[in-house]
């Protein structure tokens, strides 16, 4: 196998079939998750600095101004090879799977030392894991029965009336909205 090699990003050239997109915000998390950890994950090029696997992370590697970044050159790969590979590297990344309750753990013991947002999940995702916002987290210890008429106010939704409730807060809180205002129109 080659060696990994430092090449200037500028060098690089994306693979122009590549079907793979990435968001701003995932360019955002890989760059932060570069800044914590380092360039850990090489980008694999053809012989010609073609990038086969590692777009997003070159994406990063531009918007945190590097000017080297380590590359793995696979020059073995036919051409049907490298486009079949530029699928596959994505494809079985995704075909994986979470032992959920075995995550929510590492995160829990991770949360007070390291800022879980540069793992990559996003703060809804991490609330359903493991319930990690301070606010929901109080609200989860409330329980509605039957409350008078009220109004709640959610970003992104509508106001809805609710004329009597059966519902914990942790269920209403996990809508991907976000509970702004609780008023009683009762008095």
């Known amino acids: 196998m080659n060696p ?59 918007k945190l101004g590097l000017d080297l970044i380590p590359c793995l050159r696979l020059d073995h790969l036919t051409p049907t090879q490298i486009r079949a590979y530029v699928i596959a590297d994505n494809k079985l990344a995704l075909n994986a799977g979470w032992d959920e309750s075995l995550l929510a753990k590492e ?22 894991i493991i319930g990690m916002t301070e606010e929901v987290g109080k609200l989860k210890e409330l329980t509605i029965q039957e409350p008078p008429k009220m109004t709640w106010v959610l970003i992104g939704i509508p106001t809805i009336e609710f004329g009597s409730i059966n519902k914990t807060i942790e269920d209403i809180a996990k809508t991907p909205s976000t509970l702004v205002e609780i008023t009683s129109n009762d008095g």
């Open 4 to 62: 990994i090699e430092q090449i200037k990003v500028k060098d690089l050239t994306p693979y122009a079939s590549n079907s793979r997109t990435h968001s701003p915000e995932q360019v955002n998390q890989i760059a932060a998750s570069i800044k914590e950890f380092g360039f850990t994950n090489p980008v694999l090029i053809d012989a010609n600095g073609i990038i086969i696997a590692g777009h997003g992370r070159v994406m990063a590697a531009k």
């Open 107 to 128: 995160l829990e013991t991770l949360k007070d030392d390291i800022d879980l947002t540069v793992i990559g999940f996003n703060e809804s995702e991490l609330l359903e």
